[in-house]
């Protein structure tokens, strides 16, 4: 199973971007699926996660700005990023929380990671 991840780029501060990522491969249920950055000579963070049962979770950086989106169905999770300042750059990542088969133990999956830069 892979995260495929899709969007990022350059953008201007104040501008947008959107990030898409999907499960490539089988897996039997995911109880979570979300983003984490990390920014250059910082450790990963927390962006947004939508978790079963749980909602919706924002960094306290990104709240208001960004927005995630799920769809359970498609195994799919976006992030809108609105208003991007040039503190959001950093590489980011899809995370999601699974089982790969029905009974499994939940494993944790990554993406292979995306870059967003926000500059004038």
């Known amino acids: 199973v892979q995260l495929v991840e899709s969007g990022g780029g350059l953008a201007q501060p104040g501008g947008s971007l959107r990030l898409s990522c999907g499960v490539d491969g089988y897996i039997a249920s995911i109880n979570a699926m979300g983003w984490y950055r990390r920014a250059p000579g910082k450790q990963r963070e927390l962006v947004a996660i939508d978790i079963d049962a749980g909602g919706i979770n924002y960094a306290g950086s990104v709240k208001g700005r960004f927005t995630i989106s799920r769809d359970t169905a498609k195994n799919t999770v976006s992030l809108q990023m609105d208003s991007l300042r040039p503190e959001d750059t950093a590489v980011y990542y899809c995370?999601?929380?699974?089982?790969?088969?029905?009974?499994?133990?939940?494993?944790?999956?990554w993406g292979q990671g995306t870059q967003v830069t926000v500059s004038s």
């Open positions: 995370y999601a929380l699974g089982r790969l088969t029905p009974g499994a133990d939940v494993n944790i999956y």
